[in-house]
């Protein structure tokens, strides 16, 4: 299976700042099925990008997706106080679906 | 873009069975694929499988294989998913999800707590 590995496992930031966050895959990954979540605590994932750089409906442009091949990049420019919480990369293109172990993006 | 509706809280004992549906509503339910994916408290998202819902298909992460079932019921747009011989690490919330082009779209999520 594909091996998702999110870097760094916890991210430290003040609100305004930048956040990069990267999902790292053991081979090579459709983008067409590659997708990011956000994870609000006591909350379902919510979709914020999907085809590795399309933002999901009512997604705010502050949200990037970028990347391609095993390489993949989410990327917020301006942190408002509701981003932070925890982010998931996801493969759906090949099977078995995997995720990654997640960001954590907390307020510093 | 729709919505998924999942069944409420469930506690079992061990070595119980639990099944869990999922109500879709404001799409066309045999159009799109129902997975389900779990989350143990505090950890991150596992993937249990896959149901076709205009056939019935499934696929089922090979972790799961002979103690889960994945059915549906089309004449009322709801998928289940049920897990048998329960153990506590089965302790988690069960969320269902719809699988799109664009992203899957996630139900509630429904807490199963297995505990004697």
């Known amino acids: 299976e594909i091996v998702l590995t999110q870097s760094p496992g916890t991210l430290s930031l003040f609100p305004g700042e930048r956040a990069t966050l990267s999902c790292r895959a053991s081979r090579s990954v459709s983008s067409s099925y590659l997708t990011w979540y956000q994870q609000r605590p006591g909350q379902a994932p919510r979709l914020l990008i999907y085809?590795?750089?399309s933002r999901a409906t009512g997604i705010p442009d502050r949200f990037t997706g970028s990347g391609s091949g095993a390489d993949f990049t989410l990327t917020i420019s301006r942190l408002e106080p509701e981003d932070f919480a925890m982010y998931y990369c996801?493969?759906?293109?090949?099977?078995?679906?995997?995720f990654g172990q997640g960001t954590r993006l907390e307020i510093k | 873009q729709g919505q998924l509706v999942q069944s409420g809280a469930e506690v079992k004992k061990p070595g119980a069975s639990v099944k869990v549906s999922c109500k879709g509503s404001?799409?066309?339910?045999?159009?799109?694929?129902i997975h389900w994916v779990r989350q143990a408290p505090g950890q991150g998202l596992e993937w249990m499988g896959w149901?076709?819902?205009?056939?019935?298909?499934?696929d089922y992460a090979q972790k799961f294989r002979g103690r889960v079932t994945m059915t549906r019921d089309t004449s009322i747009s709801t998928a289940y998913m049920e897990l048998r011989s329960l153990i506590s690490d089965d302790t988690a919330i069960y969320f269902c999800a719809r699988e799109a082009s664009s992203g899957w779209f996630w139900g509630q999520g429904a807490l199963v707590t297995v505990s004697s």
């Open positions: 085809g590795a750089s």
């Open positions: 404001g799409y066309t339910f045999t159009g799109y694929y």
């Open positions: 149901i076709n819902p205009n056939n019935g298909a499934t």
């Open positions: 996801q493969q759906y293109g090949t099977s078995p679906t995997t």
